[in-house]
């Protein structure tokens, strides 16, 4: 059995909460609470779920932009440590991330080919010939032009910018790349073209994805394993396949149920299910399992007991009672 790239191992990050003019404590947000999965090289670990629940947090823990405050990250075999204020060098060039908004994540004051090399001149280990040489295959395999790399971010489109934060990250050769939200705040024409990118990409480069996102449409044409994330806990995992064939978790039927369907006919016809109810307070979060308030299958065991994720099947996890 081949170790994952990545391995998260009861992962937590809580935020404090404070009140009044001399911050008294009151509580804390668990934003990420006991997360554990792996991802495999040259693997696509798609994590879904409602805004707010902790993906984004989830990702940063693992890129070491923020400090988990427990549990442990497992990359190439070795342990990340949280002690380390900043993150060394030798990570950066291994984990890279694209952000959801590619124009907010860009200096402006910049030329495009000074904003995709800065991270290889940061590094300061590679030679300036040996720069421009991955600059070129970056424009190539990243669709753009080598005049682009003339202009400033707000002479392109946002389709281009996301493809210079795709080549930015890529400039480095990482091995694992987290991708937050990179297609949401695109067209619809062009979410596909930047979704080929990422899998062209991927089959070049070898590399491996956490794609956040919170369309599972999204998600399943581009994941391998996909992840469902509720309220800080993951409830589901399983193959792509698996999860959209044959969904375990209530809260996981309602996402995929929320999808719309090309056909009218069709999208008339078929049953939803409509979760009642606002995601719950993470500052109250509710006892025993989480989703529970707002199940339709509810039991008695799942307000007084909270589920463990366990394997229903061959690669099919969930936290279910039922």
């Known amino acids: 059995m081949t170790m994952p790239l990545l391995e998260v191992k009861k992962l937590t990050k809580r935020y404090p909460v404070t009140k009044g003019i001399f911050k008294r404590p009151v509580g804390s947000i668990g934003a990420v609470d006991g997360v554990s999965f792996g991802i495999n090289e040259g693997q696509t670990f798609g994590l879904v779920g409602e805004s707010g629940c902790g993906k984004t947090t989830l990702g940063r823990c ?9 549990g442990q990250i497992i990359f190439n075999g070795e342990e990340i440590s949280f002690k380390t204020e900043t993150r060394p060098k030798k990570l950066s060039s291994k984990m890279q991330v ?22 290889l001149m940061i590094q300061g280990d590679v030679t300036k010939t040996a720069m421009f040489e991955r600059l070129k295959r970056l424009y190539e395999l990243t669709g753009l032009e080598e005049d682009m790399g003339e202009r400033y971010p707000h002479m392109l489109s946002g389709g281009q910018l996301q493809r210079v934060c795709i080549a930015r990250a890529m400039i480095v050769q990482p091995s694992f790349v987290v991708c937050d ?7 619809v024409s062009i979410r596909a073209q930047i979704l080929n990118l990422f899998k062209s990409l991927q089959k070049e480069l070898n590399v491996s994805y956490l794609f956040i996102s919170h369309d599972l449409s999204v998600v399943h044409y581009i994941s391998d394993i996909v992840a469902v994330m509720y309220l800080g806990k993951i409830v589901e995992i399983s193959p792509k396949a698996e999860l959209y064939k044959n969904p375990l978790h209530s809260y996981t039927h309602a996402l995929l149920s929320a999808i719309p369907i090309p056909d009218p006919i069709l999208e008339r016809q078929r049953r939803r299910d409509i979760v009642k109810g606002e995601v719950p307070s993470a500052l109250n979060v509710p006892s025993g399992c989480r989703f529970h308030p707002r199940c339709p299958d509810a039991k008695k065991i799942c307000a007084e007991e909270e589920p463990e994720l366990r394997e229903a099947s061959p690669g099919h996890w969930v936290a279910c009672h039922i």
């Open 181 to 187: 939200e990179p297609v949401a705040s695109l067209d």
């Open 98 to 119: 694209v952000f959801q908004d590619p124009y907010s994540s860009l200096n402006p004051r910049h030329k495009i080919r000074d904003i995709i090399l800065e991270p």
């Open 62 to 70: 693992i890129l070491q932009t923020i400090q988990p405050g427990s």
